[in-house]
């Protein structure tokens, strides 16, 4: 396959990965007004879990781009692309408290019964929840200026 047309599947799945990213997370933010149904508080494990794998494929298709672009190189000297990766890590980094407070409902999950949250850690999560959306604005502002070497 020519380099041409990797490029253009490579562009292709980032886009797919990245509008999956940011999908899962709006719905993560429609869907965490506690207090929660059971069906509600198991949504939001499956819709976090897309979430994280679609984050991490994301980073890997993100990198196997350098290649089939302008080279890791030119990337790692480029401003918006550092601003860019640093943005997207420090999303990740801030991802985990929401993650792990879902993942916390494991037992009544099981149980059967909804869970009951803490109501500061219920205004933490959601705080977390936007500063990865503002995050992403960021990211979405970066990434044009670093394809076009600015
Ligand atoms: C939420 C996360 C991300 C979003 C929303 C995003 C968005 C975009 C967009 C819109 C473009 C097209 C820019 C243009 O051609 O004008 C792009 C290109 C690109 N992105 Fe991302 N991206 C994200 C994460 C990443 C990550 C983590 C990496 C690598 C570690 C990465 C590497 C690249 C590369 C190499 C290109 C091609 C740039 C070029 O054409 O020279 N992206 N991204």
Excluded at 43 to 58: H, N, P, Y
Excluded at 63 to 81: I, Q, S, V
Aim: proline share 5%; charged share 15%; with cysteine.
């Amino acid at each position: 396959m020519s380099m041409l047309v990797m490029a253009a599947i490579m562009a292709f799945l980032h886009h797919l990965a990245a509008f999956t990213v940011v999908s899962t997370l709006a719905i993560e933010v429609a869907l965490f007004k506690p207090p929660l149904t059971l069906v509600q508080a198991r949504r939001l494990q499956i819709v976090d879990s897309v979430f994280g794998i679609s984050a991490g494929l994301l980073l890997v298709i993100g990198m196997g781009r350098f290649h089939f672009e302008k080279g890791a190189a030119y990337y790692f000297h480029n401003p918006f692309f550092l601003t860019k990766f640093s943005l997207f890590i420090a999303a990740a980094l801030i991802s985990i408290y929401p993650t792990l407070l879902f993942l916390s409902w494991k037992q009544d999950i099981k149980a059967g019964t909804a869970p009951t949250i803490d109501p500061v850690k219920v205004r933490k999560a959601r705080m977390c929840m936007m500063l990865e959306l503002t995050a992403i604005v960021g990211i979405l502002f970066c990434a044009p200026m670093m394809a076009r070497g600015l």
